[in-house]
C-alpha cells in the first residue's frame, strides 16, 4: 500500500466532523463510509482522477486529512465542502423546538460531497422505503456493483456507473429496487459522466443537467442538491419516521394539522436544514438506545 497524501485542510471553528458527515452516508452500514472509535470518519468514492480514499480526524481543533488512491489529487478541491466551509447556518432564523436543535448541534454544517450521481442513486433508493430498507438496497447496490477502495479500512467504492446502466431489471429487484426505481437508477448511471461538477461551474448548471434526465424524480434531484451541493433549502428524501419526527418538531398546539411538507414551508429557504436538525436528533436518540 502506498503512502497516504497528508492534508490539513482550513475547518470551520468548532466544527462537529461527526454530525456534519453523517447525513452523506446510507446509514451505519454503508461500505463506502467508516467512522472510527477514535473520532476519524473515511469515505470512498469515485472522481474523475480515479479511486479515493478520504481519512479526517479532529485534529488541534482543526481536522487533519489522508487520501490515498489515483483520485488523491482531488482530495483538495472536496474538502472544503465536506467540511462546510461553504455554509452559513447562521441564516436560520428558527424559534422554539427548532432553535433548541440549533444551540443543541452548535457544530453541525451543511456538507457537499460534490458526488452528484452517487447522491440521486442514493435519494432513489431511500424514496418510499423505510431508511433501513434504504441502506439495504444502496449496500447491495455497492456490494454488488462497485470495487475496493484503495488504503486502509476495506470501504467500497459507489457503484460503477457503467455496471448499473448496463444491468438488467431483475439485478436490481434483487437488491429492493423495483422497476420504477431500478428503472430511474439505470437512467441515472447512464447519465453519470454528464453530472460532473466541471472546474468553477455554477451548481445550476448540473442540477439543469439532472433535471433533464427523462423520468427522474424531483425529489432524487432535491436530495442530490441536498447531498451532492449543500443547498440549504433542498428537501433530502426522508423516510415516514423522520417525517414524523419533523411533524413533532414543528407543529404548533393551537395551529390545524398538517403534514411535514406543509410545516417545512414556514423556514424557506432553510428548509434542509431544519431536516438536517431533526435528523440528527434522531441519530442522537437512536445512539442513546
Same mark, same amino acid.
Given at each position: 500500500?502506498?503512502?497516504?497524501?497528508?492534508?490539513?485542510p482550513?475547518?470551520p471553528?468548532?466544527?462537529?466532523?461527526?454530525?456534519?458527515?453523517?447525513?452523506?452516508?446510507?446509514?451505519?452500514?454503508?461500505?463506502?463510509?467508516?467512522?472510527?472509535?477514535?473520532?476519524?470518519?473515511?469515505?470512498?468514492?469515485?472522481?474523475?482522477?480515479?479511486?479515493?480514499t478520504?481519512?479526517?480526524?479532529?485534529?488541534?481543533?482543526?481536522?487533519?486529512?489522508?487520501?490515498?488512491?489515483p483520485?488523491?489529487?482531488?482530495?483538495?478541491?472536496?474538502?472544503?465542502g465536506?467540511?462546510g466551509?461553504?455554509?452559513?447556518?447562521?441564516?436560520?432564523?428558527?424559534?422554539?423546538?427548532?432553535?433548541?436543535?440549533?444551540?443543541?448541534?452548535?457544530?453541525?454544517?451543511?456538507?457537499?460531497?460534490?458526488?452528484?450521481?452517487?447522491?440521486?442513486?442514493?435519494?432513489?433508493?431511500?424514496?418510499?422505503?423505510?431508511?433501513?430498507?434504504?441502506?439495504?438496497?444502496?449496500?447491495l447496490?455497492?456490494?454488488?456493483?462497485?470495487?475496493?477502495?484503495?488504503?486502509?479500512?476495506?470501504?467500497?467504492?459507489?457503484?460503477?456507473?457503467?455496471?448499473?446502466?448496463?444491468?438488467?431489471?431483475?439485478?436490481?429487484?434483487?437488491? /429492493? #429496487?423495483? *422497476?420504477?426505481?431500478? !428503472?430511474?437508477? %439505470?437512467?441515472? @448511471?447512464?447519465? &453519470? +459522466?454528464?453530472?460532473?461538477?466541471?472546474?468553477?461551474?455554477p451548481?445550476?448548471?448540473?442540477?439543469?443537467?439532472?433535471?433533464?434526465?427523462? /423520468? #427522474?424524480? *424531483?425529489d432524487?434531484? !432535491?436530495?442530490? %442538491?441536498?447531498? @451532492?451541493?449543500? &443547498? +440549504?433549502?433542498?428537501?433530502?428524501?426522508?423516510?415516514?419516521?423522520?417525517?414524523?419526527?419533523?411533524?413533532?418538531?414543528?407543529?404548533?398546539?393551537?395551529?390545524? *394539522?398538517?403534514?411535514?411538507?406543509?410545516?417545512?414551508?414556514?423556514?424557506?429557504?432553510?428548509?434542509?436544514?431544519?431536516?438536517?436538525?431533526?435528523?440528527?436528533?434522531?441519530?442522537?436518540?437512536?445512539?442513546?438506545?
Amino acid at each position: 500500500m502506498s503512502l497516504p497524501r497528508t492534508l490539513s485542510p482550513d475547518a470551520p471553528p468548532g466544527l462537529d466532523l461527526a454530525r456534519t458527515l453523517s447525513p452523506l452516508r446510507m446509514g451505519v452500514s454503508d461500505p463506502c463510509w467508516h467512522a472510527a472509535p477514535d473520532g476519524s470518519w473515511s469515505w470512498a468514492t469515485r472522481t474523475p482522477a480515479g479511486a479515493l480514499t478520504l481519512r479526517l480526524r479532529p485534529a488541534d481543533g482543526g481536522v487533519a486529512a489522508e487520501a490515498w488512491g489515483p483520485g488523491a489529487d482531488w482530495a483538495p478541491a472536496l474538502l472544503p465542502g465536506l467540511l462546510g466551509v461553504h455554509d452559513r447556518p447562521e441564516r436560520l432564523v428558527a424559534d422554539g423546538p427548532v432553535a433548541e436543535l440549533v444551540a443543541r448541534y452548535p457544530g453541525f454544517r451543511l456538507a457537499r460531497s460534490a458526488r452528484v450521481a452517487d447522491a440521486a442513486l442514493a435519494g432513489v433508493c431511500r424514496r418510499g422505503v423505510s431508511a433501513f430498507e434504504a441502506g439495504r438496497a444502496w449496500s447491495l447496490m455497492v456490494e454488488a456493483m462497485g470495487d475496493d477502495a484503495p488504503g486502509p479500512g476495506g470501504l467500497r467504492l459507489p457503484p460503477a456507473p457503467r455496471r448499473v446502466a448496463a444491468s438488467e431489471p431483475y439485478d436490481l429487484h434483487v437488491l /429492493g #429496487l423495483e *422497476a420504477q426505481r431500478a !428503472d430511474e437508477v %439505470r437512467r441515472i @448511471a447512464s447519465h &453519470a +459522466p454528464r453530472l460532473e461538477l466541471e472546474g468553477g461551474e455554477p451548481p445550476a448548471g448540473v442540477v439543469d443537467r439532472l433535471r433533464g434526465i427523462a /423520468g #427522474l424524480g *424531483a425529489d432524487a434531484v !432535491d436530495h442530490a %442538491r441536498s447531498v @451532492a451541493l449543500g &443547498a +440549504p433549502d433542498a428537501l433530502p428524501v426522508v423516510d415516514g419516521h423522520h417525517r414524523a419526527a419533523l411533524v413533532e418538531v414543528l407543529a404548533r398546539p393551537d395551529a390545524p *394539522a398538517a403534514d411535514a411538507e406543509a410545516l417545512l414551508e414556514a423556514h424557506r429557504p432553510q428548509r434542509g436544514r431544519v431536516v438536517r436538525l431533526v435528523g440528527l436528533s434522531l441519530e442522537a436518540a437512536a445512539e442513546a438506545g
